[in-house]
């Protein structure tokens, strides 16, 4: 650096005083804590050691020591083959959980037919439309030693019935499947889009997947909570645990009203945090992530009374978003990935997926993919972060941080139930309306440069961008697609198909549990739109109200 | 001197992408710059949002595209646009856009691209100095 680039700095030093600093709260941060900032602290009721109540620094006692963070990639193949020998390729090297992503019209319950699913049919992910397709994808898969993510939310019920008929047609025994469902509806009507009914109807649907899972398949995880979508979508630090929370019991409380026990139930819901992206802050990050399993394990023990320890625990894999990348100079996204994870390792995740950096352009090549997951393994092996649990406690500012998150979460928690909870102001657009107002306001701090963003408002180079490899879907996948969709067609019994969608219909219309009509439509080769349709007649469509 | 209407812009998620806080953010800014902005909502077809187009009698149709399809739904929407005799209207597209991709969309008659993180300045400007052109005012 010449001396041109040292010397304004010392002369604003000088002239202005220390610059201001305000945190996601809108309150100034001090130029350094002390003391007088933990004020009554006490380390077993605050902290408690890992692995012990509140589980503020960690849900257990060894972490890292005992076991790294899964390095989970999240990647959207486009046909059912590639994505089987993709998977048997991870397995092969030893990875153990995978992550199977959808297209959008197997999210929305649409077949690869449907005009209006025309030019996103295999982009994005796998095309879904009957149980052979998920059974080509899992050919030669051994069920009983993986676990499987599933990134599905409207049409999850219909995925897993297809799952469990796979496993089943495998031979293995259903208390031995382990994966997970996103299957967190609330916050794809403010974030993501990929709503079909409204709240009501869904969240019974969530409730039915729920018990279905803790009767039948135990270890399956039945929701993933996440966090960031909402993120992306403009919400601050607090608003990134605290409104996955509302969503979160929103559903455990559906549940509760069957008889169940919050202890039968709590376990089975893990979340999928956020760090990064446009309102980053590391330590914010760091402290709302701690201050989320400290009011977790306090919610679940003190309001909603769970005894068993597991429920208390809040488990939760990290997502590193893309939000944060930008377009302009994407290597220096390489950088921007690092700390965010650096970050989500601080605050203990227990599994980690990254954005890659050229995110701005297109889905992920495979140079970027294996990026990412170099920044992972860099981070875990080359840096010393992971040699002793929850390194920053006790830090005054980080403490002080954790603090104010807890409060200002049970501020938000209270406002919102107070407004008559989280499924009507989703309702009424009253969520949806907040955050994108949130995210106007980022955007015009980015726009003043009150906000920085390296090689965006500040540094930025005339430069031109070096060309970059871009993945392109293959325009060829939606007619292969097609024709296989009316081979299924062709050969299934189409009176079977009629009678179990009419049975589907009667299952819908009753207060009973949907799983066990959902099976047999399924088995007959019914597809996801025909499905989807039949459930749309009794259950009707969300109308998206006014929310800008 | 009779005033000029205020510039009217129809903002639209064309495909079935669900990831509208660009779309909503851009919607906040042409709004503040005096524009009157009408949302199409998620998932709309391009009969219906050149129908929303002819009947809200707009001047500018922005379409927001995040999942890749942008080239393909463009070329459907122009197509559409012509048939219905209004293809002069100012469209412009924003999204999930490779820089290789620009060239091709303006080619099929889109005015303007703006990538995701594009300065909203930029878009509220392009705007500003198109419909002005048109109206004959510079």
Redesign the interface.
Same mark, same amino acid.
């Given at each position: 650096m010449g001396k041109s680039d040292t010397k304004p700095i010392k002369e604003t030093e000088k002239n202005r005083g220390p610059r201001e600093a305000y945190s996601s709260f809108g309150e100034p941060v001090k130029i350094s804590y002390g003391p007088d900032d933990l004020q009554g602290f006490d380390y077993q009721h605050d902290l408690g050691d890992p692995g012990n109540y509140p589980f503020t620094r960690g849900i257990y006692p060894t972490m890292y020591r005992s076991q790294l963070w899964t390095m989970r990639q999240y990647a959207g193949m486009a046909t059912a083959e590639e994505t089987n020998e993709r998977f048997k390729f991870l397995l092969k090297s030893g990875q153990t959980g995978l992550s199977l992503a959808f297209d959008l019209p197997t999210q929305l319950g649409m077949d690869s037919d449907d005009p209006l699913a025309r030019y996103d049919v295999g982009k994005l992910g796998v095309a879904l439309d009957t149980l052979d397709d998920l059974e080509r994808i899992l050919a030669g898969i051994q069920l009983d030693r993986v676990s499987i993510s599933f990134t599905i939310n409207s049409t999850a019920a219909i995925v897993l019935a297809m799952y469990v008929l796979v496993a089943q047609k495998q031979g293995v025994a259903l208390e031995r499947l382990r994966g997970t469902v996103q299957n967190d509806i609330l916050k794809e009507y403010v974030a993501r889009g990929t709503w079909i009914f409204p709240p009501k109807p869904s969240m019974r649907l969530i409730a039915d997947t729920i018990e279905y899972c803790l009767n039948h398949i135990p270890r399956f995880n039945p929701v993933s909570v996440s966090a960031t979508h909402l993120c992306e979508y403009g919400a601050k630090a607090e608003q990134s645990v605290s409104l996955p929370f509302l969503n979160a019991l929103a559903y455990i409380d559906e549940v509760l009203k069957r008889g169940y026990t919050i202890d039968q139930i709590a376990p089975q819901i893990v979340f999928h945090m956020a760090v990064g992206g446009r309102n980053f802050h590391l330590f914010e990050d760091v402290a709302k992530l701690r201050a989320g399993r400290r009011l977790w394990a306090r919610i679940m023990k003190e309001r909603y009374r769970a005894e068993n320890p597991e429920s208390w625990r809040l488990k939760f894999s990290t997502g590193a978003l893309g939000g944060g990348m930008t377009a302009a100079e994407p290597l220096n996204n390489i950088a921007r990935g690092a700390y965010f994870a650096l970050a989500a390792v601080l605050a203990g995740t227990r599994s980690l997926n990254m954005a890659c950096f050229d995110e701005a352009y297109a889905i992920p090549t495979d140079l970027a993919l294996r990026t990412s997951l170099r920044v992972q393994q860099i981070l875990a092996f080359e840096t010393g972060v992971t040699d002793t649990v929850d390194p920053l406690a006790g830090s005054y500012y980080v403490e002080s941080l954790t603090n104010h998150m807890e409060a200002q979460m049970r501020k938000t928690m209270e406002e919102i139930e107070s407004r008559g909870g989280v499924v009507k102001a989703v309702e009424e657009g009253m969520l949806q309306r907040e955050l994108a107002r949130q995210s106007y306001e980022l955007q015009e701090k980015i726009s003043r440069g009150e906000k920085v963003l390296v090689g965006v408002n500040r540094f930025k180079t005339d430069e031109e961008e070096r060309p970059m490899e871009i993945y392109r879907a293959d325009p060829q996948i939606r007619d292969s697609q097609i024709e296989r969709l009316r081979a299924v067609k062709a050969g299934r019994d189409s009176r079977r198909v009629e009678e179990t969608l009419r049975h589907l219909r009667r299952a819908a219309q009753s207060d009973k549990n949907i799983f066990p009509a959902i099976f047999p439509a399924v088995e007959a080769r019914a597809t996801i739109g025909e499905i989807t349709s039949t459930l749309k007649e009794v259950f009707g469509e969300f109308k998206e109200p006014a929310t800008v | 001197m009779q005033k000029r209407r205020p510039i009217r812009v129809l903002i639209a998620k064309p495909? $079935?992408?669900?990831?509208?806080?660009g779309a /909503?953010?851009v919607?906040? /800014?042409l709004r503040h710059a005096g524009m009157e902005v009408i949302?199409t &909502? $998620?998932?709309q %077809?391009s009969e219906q949002i050149v129908s929303a187009a002819i009947q809200e009698d707009v001047d500018v149709l922005g379409l927001s595209i995040l999942? &890749? %399809?942008h080239l393909? $739904?463009s070329q459907e929407l122009m197509e559409k646009l012509r048939a219905r005799g209004i293809g002069d209207l100012l469209v412009l597209v924003g999204g999930?856009i @490779? *820089? =290789?991709d620009v060239p091709l969309l303006k080619s099929q008659g889109i005015a303007g691209v703006f @990538?995701?993180?594009s *300065? $909203? =300045?930029e878009i509220e400007k392009f705007i500003h100095e198109q419909i002005s052109r048109r109206r004959g005012e510079v």
């Open positions: - | 495909g $079935l992408d669900g990831h509208d806080v /909503k953010v919607i906040q /800014k949302y &909502g $998620l998932r %077809s999942s &890749g %399809s393909e $739904l999930i @490779p *820089p =290789e @990538p995701v993180h *300065p $909203l =300045e």
